[in-house]
């Protein structure tokens, strides 16, 4: 009778099993699963774009030019001469990075 009774609840088992799992099935089924889209987003990002400057040569000096026995007024007129091209070469530098400057400015301005 113990048997019995085992074989009688293990029956029952499988049979609630099989319910269940007959259960979940048909629920799927009446549910459509979800579905994954694509979403396109537009955020804007502020980075840094380097500026294009452009490589400057170095000037020509006249001092490069004078020898160990040049007169003291051509070494005088070479250094004034060389002042006056690298005081233009440093304004040139300049110009161009206040060009950059400005630009990355306008591009901050944009995201706000």
Do not use: N, W
Request: glycine fraction near 8%; aromatic fraction near 2%; hydrophobic fraction near 50%.
């Amino acid at each position: 009778m113990v048997a019995a009774m085992r074989r009688a609840r293990g029956v029952q088992a499988a049979a609630m099993l099989a319910c269940a799992i007959a259960g979940c099935a048909s629920a799927a089924s009446r549910t459509p699963a979800p579905m994954a889209r694509p979403m396109m987003v537009e955020v804007p990002v502020l980075h840094e774009t380097p500026c294009p400057v452009p490589a400057l040569d170095d000037p020509a000096l006249p001092v490069a030019a004078l020898k160990p026995g040049s007169a003291p007024g051509d070494t005088m007129r070479a250094y004034a001469a060389s002042i006056v091209i690298l005081k233009g070469a440093v304004r040139q530098r300049d110009a161009l990075l206040a060009g950059c400057a400005s630009g990355g400015k306008q591009q901050l301005e944009q995201f706000r």
